[in-house]
């Protein structure tokens, strides 16, 4: 027979699966600290002194030494499922388990398990009748189970299972990142573990020969490849259960998670003092016991608002936002939040639930009531009395006869006409700072449009369009890119606006020194070297032979603040820069020679519906 060839296997094989043990124990022993690492040095030692109690047993003839040995085998039987599940329980992050009652009831009972078993000539709850019954030239036992055994190697059975669960879950949760390392050692205690219930059942041609120590060979070869491979304690769970935790846990915003029901699963610190509860008495009750949100939830998902006119609008993760106000319970009054509905899903994809956040924008609802009424005020009276004062400076330019008078009433008339395009300017302010959805915009007509406008509002200046390449030339351009329209319009229209309203009567491009202004559109395609796919860009430029733009009103708006030392004249830079800002848009300035501006506008080109 092959098993003739080595002489008394099964105590080798039992013994190497116990040197196995001991070695990994010695190669992990530099992680002690690290989560997991001393309860899976539990379960070294536990298996050693399984397998190498049970690989001497098999070399002993003695009957009370046998005995001895055949005990302290069942000590590592009884301790190496209970070590494996408090491994699991940590290294995947549930350290707050393995101090837990459940826990501690599972140690007790491997306490009493050991008493039992050091006590068992006394009641034989482990075995009884044990006897020689030697097989394949190694001294193997046989014996009556006692009740005790059995329950031993279920509860045992149940505990390895359970661990294994854990690190499976693990598995499916966080995808590859703990993929080789959670598989490996949730396989390596699945050959331990059905040799043992086999063994306990009587199965097999020798069922008093007990194959789960050899079986701990296997065992050990996926548990190396776990700790040298994998890097199985270099990155573990807990990192991941961890952050998961403290994402939740420590937002300042409230956080509630819901079931499907839209009853209360979860809420973190900060939603328990604003909505002024306790986590562990609205578990399990409906949120809108205490919480009136301005949306429905169900189970197809997060409706319209139940009550009021306004929309909610859709995010990104196919939820909803509102505000809702709420009594803070500090003391403080009513706060305004904004409630984001998103779906919960697990690692599947399967809708299990939702995630309620809070976010508070009292002070941005504040700022955003305050900015609204202080523009239609102003633009209000900026429009009204700018427009008295401008039929006023006409009526006196008009009728006055004295020249240095009629000068001063012309000031008076074009002052006036500034303040009502400065009304109009904050109103295209206003619009910018709204939330419009992009649509598809043809940049050619939009730019033909602008001019044409241009023209018809100042007649006497010269204002040039050229597109590259021209109609009628052999490539066929798509001028059509998904914007705001009403941004790039502001951009285009006041990039325009400025170079004529500011303009000198000074220039070098007429002979009289008039208003010029060149406004060319080209598109250029993405560098294949260096600019990635979808890169291509609608370049307008705009050329001026004016005084230009003073130096500090540009870095003004490029620095992004008003200063006492850079302050602009009026809004049209910051609409240019606000604008560009909402449709993606790079803006440049530069001096143009002999004398005047160009501004560079680089609006990227985005496809879609």
């Known amino acids: 027979m092959a098993f003739d060839l080595v002489p008394a296997w099964p105590a080798v094989g039992s013994l190497a699966g116990g040197a196995g043990a001991l070695a990994l124990a010695w190669a992990i022993r530099e992680h002690r600290g690290r989560p997991g690492v001393d309860w899976f040095l539990g ?29 302290t085998m069942w000590l590592g039987v009884i301790w190496t499922g209970i070590a494996f599940l408090g491994f699991a329980l940590e290294y995947t992050g549930r350290s707050d388990v393995v101090r837990s009652r459940l826990f501690a009831a599972i140690a007790g009972f491997g306490l009493l398990s050991s008493v039992l078993l050091a006590t068992n000539p006394l009641h034989g709850a482990f075995w009884t009748e044990f006897g020689r019954d030697p097989a394949f030239g190694v001294e193997t036992v046989s014996y009556a189970f006692g009740p005790w055994a059995y329950l031993t190697v279920a509860v045992e059975t149940v505990l390895v299972a359970s661990a294994v669960f854990l690190l499976v879950d693990t598995l499916l949760s966080y995808g590859p990142l703990y993929r080789r390392e959670s598989a490996a050692v949730a ?59 403290t994402a939740i846990d420590d937002l300042r915003d409230p956080v509630v998670a819901l079931a499907l029901d839209s009853r209360v699963v979860r809420l973190n610190p900060a939603a328990e003092a604003v909505l002024g509860v306790d986590a562990e008495t609205v578990r399990d ?35 909803s936002r509102e505000t809702v106000e709420i009594d803070a ?27 309620v956040v809070l976010s508070d924008v009292t002070e941005r609802e504040r700022r955003r009531q305050q900015l609204e009424v202080l523009n239609r005020i102003l633009r209000h009276n900026l429009r009204n009395d700018a427009g008295v004062v401008h039929g006023y400076g006409e009526i006196l330019r008009d009728r006055l006869e004295e020249p240095e008078l009629v000068r001063m009433a012309d000031a008076i008339e074009r002052r006036a006409g500034a303040l009502t395009a400065l009304g109009e300017k904050a109103g295209t302010v206003e619009r910018l700072l709204a939330d419009t959805d992009p649509e598809p915009t043809d940049v050619r007509d939009l730019l033909d449009s602008v001019v044409a406008d241009a023209r018809e509002r100042d007649e006497d200046a010269a204002v040039e369009l050229a597109v590259d390449p021209e109609d009628g030339g052999e490539v066929d351009v ?39 202004v060149r ?42 603040r008003e200063t006492a030392l850079e302050h602009g004249s009026g809004l049209g830079l910051w ?28 609006i990227p080109v985005v496809e879609g519906e």
Do not use: K
């Open 43 to 71: 379960v070294f030692a536990a298996q050693a002194t399984w397998c190498c109690s049970y690989g001497v047993g098999l070399l002993v003839a003695d009957p009370t030494l046998r005995a001895a040995l055949e005990a």
């Open 187 to 245: 396989l390596s205690s699945l050959p331990p573990g059905f040799a043992l219930v086999a063994w306990t059942l009587g199965l097999g041609p020798v069922p008093q020969l007990q194959l789960a120590p050899i079986m701990f060979v296997p065992h050990m070869i996926l548990d190396a490849y776990a700790f040298d491979r994998a890097e199985m304690f270099d990155r573990n769970p807990t990192t991941s259960r961890a952050a998961e935790r």
């Open 285 to 319: 009750r409906p949120l809108a016991d205490f919480l009136d949100l301005p949306v429905r939830i169900g189970d197809g998902g997060v409706d319209e608002p139940s009550g009021g006119e306004s929309g909610a609008d859709e995010d990104a993760a196919g939820g």
């Open 329 to 355: 319970v500090a003391g403080t009054g009513r706060r305004t939040y904004a409630v984001s509905v998103s779906r919960l899903t697990d690692p599947n994809g399967t809708h299990v639930g939702y995630t």
């Open 478 to 516: 798509d001028w059509t890119t998904r914007v705001r329209p009403d941004a790039l319009q502001a951009v285009v229209e006041n990039t325009v606006e400025n170079a004529i309203d500011h303009h000198d009567g000074e220039g070098t491009e007429r002979d009289d020194g008039e208003t010029w």
């Open 519 to 560: 406004v060319a559109l080209r598109r250029e395609e993405a560098d294949d070297e260096g600019d990635a796919a979808g890169d291509d860009r609608f370049v307008l430029t705009v050329e001026d032979d004016g005084p230009g733009i003073p130096d500090h009103e540009v870095e003004a708006v490029e620095s992004g």
């Open 575 to 602: 609409v240019v820069a606000w604008g560009a800002a909402a449709v993606g848009a790079d803006v440049t300035y530069d001096d143009r020679e002999p004398r005047g501006t160009r501004v560079t506008v680089s």
